[in-house]
């Protein structure tokens, strides 16, 4: 009986760790759910974000070596900034649609989009440090 309880004592201070890792981790999107959570661009033709909170799209493709850089910081980034800056992921091979919709040519892209005003691209495999100078100053998020 002490086992169990100590087990079920252990298990409630660890899934709220998984859950926050779970719910904190990149969003892939669909053109569906692009148009349903960022922009339906089949019935405005002006940008008009969707979302809540400033949001970052980062464009990558499995094979793209730069991409899988920009991966786990994009995972870092949607922890630290969870509640402040959703963090959605579009895979260029799958979404080519979306890919074309915004002219991706290089990979990684990564979209920032503030709550207000026009979203700014980026291209190519950034450090950390100037993924956050960029959320700080193009989606004034502290």
């Avoid at 004592?9 to 719910?23: D, G, R, T, V, Y």
């Avoid at 630290?80 to 990684?108: H, N, W």
Wanted: glycine share 4%; proline share 6%.
């Amino acid at each position: 009986m002490k086992i169990i309880v100590i087990l079920i004592m252990a298990l409630m201070m660890i899934l709220p760790l998984f859950s926050e890792e779970i719910l904190s981790k990149p969003e892939h999107l669909t053109l569906e759910t692009f148009k349903e959570k960022v922009f339906n661009f089949e019935t405005k033709t002006e940008w008009n974000f969707k979302g809540e909170i400033p949001a970052i799209i980062d464009f990558f493709a499995d094979w793209c070596a730069p991409c899988r850089q920009v991966a786990p910081i994009m995972e870092e980034l949607a922890i630290e900034y969870e509640g402040k800056v959703k963090i959605y992921k579009i895979d260029t091979e799958d979404q080519k649609q979306l890919a074309s919709i915004f002219g991706i040519r290089s990979i990684p892209s990564i979209l920032f989009i503030p709550k207000d005003g026009q979203p700014q691209m980026s291209t190519g495999a950034l450090p950390k440090t100037e993924f956050v100078k960029m959320i700080k100053e193009i989606l004034v998020v502290k």
